[in-house]
Structure formats: C-alpha cells, structure tokens
C-alpha cells in the first residue's frame, strides 16, 4: 500500500503543467540575520527545468542571494483541504546580469503571462528598465509536491 505521502505527489509532468499555469511563485531567500524572506515574483520556466524571474539589481533579495544563494519557490493553489496542491523547489539561485539575458527572461515571462511574445519592438522598449535588472536562475535541486485532489475526499 502506497504512504500517503505518495499518493499526493504529482509527477514531473503534473508539476511541470501546475507551474506553468500559476503566474506568481513565491521566493524565498535568507535575510543576513536568516530571517526567510519570502517575495512573490513572476516567473517562467526554461526546458531543462529551470525557473527564471527577473527583479531590480539593488533589490533586498539580490543583495541576500549575493550572500547566499539557497533558496526555496513556492506555487500553491487551492481553497479548501481537498483541494491544496502545490510545488516547492529547492536550489541555489545564479544571478545572472547580462541586460540581453534580462531581457530574454522577461520576455519569456512577458509571454507566459500574456499568452503572447513581445516583438522586437517592444523588446527594445524595455532595455531601459533590463538594464537596472538581474535575472535569477534556480535549477532545482530538491522538489516536493502535493495534489490533494488525488486524495478523492479521504482524508
């Protein structure tokens, strides 16, 4: 008989189209103190798995991953027991500053919001706000997940 706990998990295909249907992930690194300090972000996901987001260089949270680069992403939805699901990816956070990568990330987050790519164009008009970015990167190394939807109402 499967544990519990394995009969929640989601497969990697499940986890894959949960996270690429939720628009916000919440962010979690550690403050100097080590308080969590946890920031929603938007987000997109490259193909071998990666989470990117973008956010401005001066940011508390850049200067936290400077510090230390673990960190944990959480995506949850549901409202009620029956219906919680959610993905929590563990892994080291890569700061990438390159303005041509930051726009790269943010137009793969532009398009995953909208549901459209930005042109050439509008890609241009956001080099000014790239150029006060950093991408982020976490290849997770460590994922956990749970549906319980797959529960049926048994609890």
């Known amino acids: ?35 969590p300090h946890p920031m929603p972000m938007w987000f997109a996901l490259e193909d071998d798995g990666a989470v990117v987001m973008t956010t401005f260089a001066r940011s508390q949270k850049v200067r936290n991953l400077e510090r230390d680069p673990r960190v944990s992403l959480l995506v949850e939805d549901g409202e009620t027991y029956g219906e919680l699901r959610g993905v929590v990816l563990y892994g080291k956070a890569e700061l990438e500053p390159a303005t041509d990568r930051v726009l790269d990330v943010l137009a793969r987050v532009s398009a995953k919001s909208t549901g459209a790519s930005i042109g050439a164009e509008a890609r241009e008009g956001l080099r000014s706000t790239a150029e006060k970015r950093v991408a982020i990167r976490v290849l997770p190394d460590r994922i956990v997940s749970w549906d319980h939807r797959k529960l049926g109402g048994r609890y």
């Open 1 to 35: 008989m499967p544990s519990r706990r394995e009969l929640i998990r989601m497969t990697e295909d499940e986890q894959r189209r949960f996270l690429e249907a939720a628009r916000t992930m919440v962010l979690c690194s550690s403050a100097k103190d080590g308080v």
